[in-house]
């Protein structure tokens, strides 16, 4: 399988397609923010999505015509886990973290329902996914930084709620707390020709983990993004807008975000065959990160293995899910994962 081939997150392009008629029941969920408002017009986000669906709205108040996104929660249903999630990020943004502050309704609540749906409220940012360039990726970093650093303004109640919801959900973290070498080899009675010649590999890999796994454990813990890829910013020009997504939040080694990040921002140079090398593709980022704040020697030896960690525990979780329990959720993404470790390695050494 060829390395650094486009995936579901190489485009940067974010489209809107307009909608005939205004969403049912939007009136109502604009009337929870707005006293007097009409809807010019409504946009839908032009591609299938899991977690929530998001409209751009366009609204004429008495102080003039502003955009809003609504954002409708697909995958969290749960109303306290809701209001907690996003408690987090306008506490994030308060503390100066660039993110999408979400809007309080009259109730003062940050969501309001509306039949069998959570609905919140966001000023629209326009902007573009990650697109790969040096100083693009330098923000990026910066940004990183800059929210790992605003993860301490949380007090150990929230933190302690934080780690107690991520044990919660259906996640690869959670599905594989652990695997040997030969979790892997075991697969290899089950799966086609075309994934069998990757276990052996995978296995040796997992070895090498778990030579650190000592080191690992003695890295300090704290929360963290733990989805950090090219969709979860928005980007103006090379300037971060706003970091996405924090649905995902758990408590780990923070250096096991900035790995990930180093490896998903960066395979993007290469998936656009762009001449830049992988030094000079870590460097950017570590330069800038520790500009805000520095790593540990410690942290900085163990990024190519806690990310390679991170891999094995999702391709494992996806071979699983595929082969052993009919469960053909992720079996699109196979592809992804198989030459990742590969990638990695190439990316970090």
Not at 146 to 164: N, P, S
Not at 183 to 204: C, E, H, Q
Not at 272 to 278: F, L
């Amino acid at each position: 399988m060829p390395l650094f081939h486009p995936d579901n997150f190489s485009s940067p392009e974010i489209t809107y397609k307009l909608l005939p008629e205004t969403p049912k029941g939007f009136n109502e969920i604009l009337g929870a923010y707005f006293d007097s408002f009409a809807i010019v017009e409504a946009w839908q986000r032009d591609r299938s999505e899991i977690n929530s669906l998001n409209y751009k709205v366009v609204v004429k108040t008495p102080a003039g015509i502003e955009q809003v996104l609504v954002r409708k929660f697909q995958a969290l249903t749960d109303l306290e886990q809701i209001r907690f999630w996003l408690e987090i990020v306008a506490k994030l943004f308060k503390n100066g973290v660039p993110v999408g502050a979400p809007r309080r309704a009259k109730t003062g609540e940050l969501f309001i329902s509306y039949n069998d749906g959570r609905y919140v409220l966001f000023d629209f940012i326009e902007g573009q996914h990650f697109s790969p360039s040096l100083p693009g990726l330098a923000s990026v970093a910066r940004a990183i930084a800059t929210m790992h650093r605003g993860f301490h303004v949380l007090g150990e109640t929230e933190v302690a709620k934080i780690a107690d919801l991520s044990k919660k959900s259906y996640t690869y973290f959670n599905k594989i707390p652990t695997y040997t070498a030969n979790d892997f080899v075991s697969l290899k009675p089950f799966v086609d020709n075309s994934v069998s010649g990757y276990l052996d590999a995978f296995a040796t890999c997992a070895d090498e983990v778990a030579k650190n796994k000592e080191q690992i454990s003695a890295l300090p813990l704290q929360v963290v993004h733990s989805d950090l890829h090219p969709h979860n910013v928005l980007m103006r020009g090379d300037e971060v807008a706003a970091l996405l997504d924090f649905d995902g939040l758990r408590v780990s080694q923070r250096a096991r975000d900035v790995a990930f990040a180093i490896y998903r921002f960066g395979r993007q140079f290469f998936v656009r065959q762009m001449n830049v090398t992988p030094p000079e593709i870590r460097q950017t980022f570590l330069d800038a990160y520790e500009a805000v704040w520095p790593l540990s020697p410690d942290e900085k030896q163990l990024l190519p293995t806690l990310v390679k960690d991170e891999f094995l525990t999702k391709t494992l979780f996806v071979l699983r899910g595929v082969y052993l329990e009919n469960n053909q959720t992720w079996a699109k993404d196979l592809s992804k994962f198989l030459p990742a470790i590969e990638e990695i390695e190439y990316l970090y050494e």
